[in-house]
């Protein structure tokens, strides 16, 4: 027997997106098409930095987009790179250009995925995780 989708074992993501539009549609997307729930989010990167740099926060997925309200998804990514926690790190950006994911892999991204054309492979991918 199938045990229902809200007992399974759901990621906790924190989302970094500037656009609360597009914050508040990830995250239905997210729950209603992955294991995934959003446990925090932010526009810039000095609050998501704040926030995973705390010790108290705890998320097994950081989803960043590029261009932030100040600040960068890149200064995130250089700025947990040394985490050792065991969060995977999720590029989410409408620029994910072949220079831009090598930057991203190069900062530590696990994943490069583009706004306009990969939802569904990102959506897959973190199915892929929990099971």
Request: glycine share 4%; with cysteine; charged share 30%.
């Amino acid at each position: 027997m199938d045990e229902p989708a809200s007992s399974r074992h759901r990621l906790r993501a924190y989302v970094v997106e500037d656009s609360s539009v597009i914050r508040d549609n990830l995250a239905e997307a997210l729950h209603e098409n992955a294991p995934v729930e959003v446990v925090g989010s932010a526009a810039d990167e000095p609050a998501a930095v704040a926030w995973l740099l705390d010790p108290q926060h705890a998320c097994d997925l950081v989803i960043v987009d590029i261009f932030l309200k100040s600040g960068s998804g890149l200064g995130v990514l250089k700025r947990i790179a040394r985490l050792d926690r065991t969060m995977r790190r999720v590029v989410f950006s409408n620029h994910a250009t072949p220079e831009i994911r090598a930057k991203c892999a190069e900062l530590g991204a696990d994943k490069v995925f583009d706004k306009s054309n990969e939802i569904d492979e990102m959506l897959v991918y973190f199915n892929r995780l929990v099971h």
